[in-house]
């Protein structure tokens, strides 16, 4: 059978261009669920970063007061947890309750006095810091002090 019109070898058919579609479409999908991935790990990171610095600062604030303050920081706090049961003391050395509403982070401090074989003079902190990211999702970092009348003190 002869054809009027040659037949052209060069060129692309239409399922090849439909191949070349779908092949380019799963790869544009694939970058943006990647770019998405990315964005949410990157402030993820922020976040928990943030978050870190934040109670590095509150362990060094803790640090820096004298003994009798952290025994009357101790005495606020467990005094609050009487008053309160089922909560933890809302408020930190470093930062205010308007600066953590800002940061859209909540906070807890409970204290508890060590004393063992007639020992005293340590008090332990635990500080933690809630927060929630764009998608909802709670995260939670905290953090353990444990300050000794002697002044040495211990993360």
Not at 37 to 66: I, P
Not at 67 to 72: G, R, S
Request: proline content about 2%; aromatic content about 6%; overall charge negative.
């Amino acid at each position: 059978m002869q054809f009027i019109y040659p037949r052209r070898v060069e060129g692309v058919t239409l399922i090849e261009t439909m191949i070349a579609v779908f092949v380019m479409s799963i790869v544009i999908s694939a970058g943006l669920v990647s770019l998405n991935q990315v964005n949410r790990l990157s402030e993820k990171s922020r976040e928990q970063a943030l978050a870190d610095f934040y109670l590095r600062a509150e362990c060094e604030q803790l640090r820096a007061l004298d003994w009798e303050d952290v025994q009357d920081l101790t005495e606020e706090i467990n005094d609050y947890e009487d008053i309160n049961p089922g909560d933890a003391y809302p408020a930190l050395q470093s930062l205010t309750a308007a600066r953590l509403s800002e940061l859209n982070m909540t906070a807890a401090i409970k204290s508890t006095t060590l004393s063992s074989s007639g020992e005293t003079g340590k008090n332990i902190f635990h500080i933690t810091l809630n927060w929630s990211d764009n998608s909802g999702q709670l995260h939670e970092e905290s953090r353990l002090l444990i300050i000794t009348e002697g002044g040495l003190s211990a993360q």
